[in-house]
């Protein structure tokens, strides 16, 4: 079966050349047909062109996440708008933006009106580009749902995922009527997810995409206390095999990611993987010759 990572950091350090785990060791070789790198800062718009040059399935997004919002934003993002709308227009492995949103989940944010003010005009300045090109967008969110949708309908933005998403089902029925699709990752393999486990559940089968988050947002396997117990779980539950795991999280643990759905939603795995690989293909627009999905 084929694969896609619907949202990673393949650009980080850990899987450099010099890293613990570089990308030519495993990604060559991954059942991968594509690996969505995501920004969170203007160095991005070098790196991510070069790192798309160098693997064929590694495409990128392009962006400012909210907790990197500097005092100089507003310089920051006249440097790179151009720049951005660029790449997404003339590059075919620029797919749009991300990972843009908005983040109230730490105390001196969400008690300040000036930094979730701030948050949403850096937010709404980046969607208002893709009036001009067309573009996916990767949104990162936490405690600022019901803001992000107002946004997304206000600029009339109507494509792209929700990362790692962990709002109400009323929240995710929104979403999903203005054509976005949820992304599940690591964090629905815990046992205690709970709510996670009921938007698995509930998600239509065209609704939904995969991703890693790489080398964040670890799978429950590996936890840094408890992700051998976790193994030994899996392994005698879902009978999970682990051989390609590396020691950090990565894009390989996309179909352990997608059993999980599968067991989640009680389907077999490959409808899984038929169906999350169309999604993403779809709701990025990836080119045609990613489309053959066949093993």
Known sequence: MWWIDAQCHLDYEVFQSTGKCPLSHWLPHANLMACIVTAIDPSSLHTLPKLSKQY????????LHPLWIKEDVDSV??????????LIQHDKKCLGLGEIGLDFYHDNIRQSHILKQQQIDVFDRQLSWLSEVDGAVVIHCR??????????????VERG???????????????????????????MTYAGA?????????????????????????????????????????KEQLDMSFENSLSVNSSLEIPRIAQYMAFLRQVPLQQIAQESVYNTINVFQLPMQCRDTES
């Open 56 to 63: 064929d399935q590694i495409f990128y997004t392009l962006g």
């Open 143 to 156: 405690k600022a749902h019901d803001q992000v949708i107002r946004s997304l309908r206000e600029l009339q």
């Open 77 to 86: 993002l006249n440097l790179m708008e151009d720049k951005v709308k660029d």
């Open 161 to 187: 995922i929700v990362h790692a998403f962990n709002g109400s089902i009323e929240q995710a029925k929104r979403y999903l009527d203005l054509g976005f699709k949820l992304s599940f990752g690591g964090a």
């Open 194 to 234: 709970r709510r996670i486990h009921a938007l698995a559940r509930f998600v239509p089968s065209d609704g939904y995409v995969i991703e890693s988050d790489a080398p964040d947002l670890p799978p429950s396997w590996l936890a840094p206390h408890h992700g051998q117990v976790n193994r030994d779980l899996l």
